[in-house]
Nanobody, 129 residues
Framework: DVQLQASGGGLVQAGGSLRLSCTASGFTFTNYAIGWFRQAPGKEREGVSCISSGDGSTYYEDSVKGRFTISRDNATNTVFLQMDSLKPEDTAVYYC??????????????????????WGQGTQVTVSS
């Protein structure tokens, strides 16, 4: 059973930092790309970042480039999202999910909830101004 669980969210002031963790189980973690997504109230879920399997190449949505850093630890089946210089518009529930069809990270238009799997409950990130 494919499962991914995000954690580490919280309330932080603008300009602050948070580190999210995503623990995975039920599949061979090293073989798959993992994506971070977020959903703000009243908005669709959107892809934020993606890390490839293999060489661990990283990709970011434009609004978080230079502020967020994605990484993975294959020994513990964990993906991290370090979020710095947080802004109120980063407020959302953050989720992680696996790319089961091995479509790959480079194609950002494929970062959709319809093509990724293993959605857990997500973790709330709230950035106050």
């Amino acid at each position: 059973d494919v499962q991914l669980q995000a954690s580490g969210g919280g309330l932080v002031q603008a300009g602050g930092s948070l580190r999210l963790s995503c623990t995975a189980s039920g599949f061979t973690f090293t073989n798959y790309a993992i994506g971070w997504f977020r959903q703000a109230p009243g908005k669709e879920r959107e892809g934020v970042s993606c890390i490839s399997s293999g060489d661990g190449s990283t990709y970011y949505e434009d609004s978080v480039k230079g502020r967020f850093t994605i990484s993975r630890d294959n020994a513990t089946n964990t993906v991290f999202l370090q979020m710095d210089s947080l802004k109120p518009e980063d407020t959302a529930v953050y989720y992680c999910a696996v790319d089961p069809n091995k479509l790959g990270c480079p194609y950002q238009y494929l970062w959709t909830e319809y093509l990724y799997d293993g959605w857990g409950q997500g973790t709330q990130v709230t950035v106050s101004s």
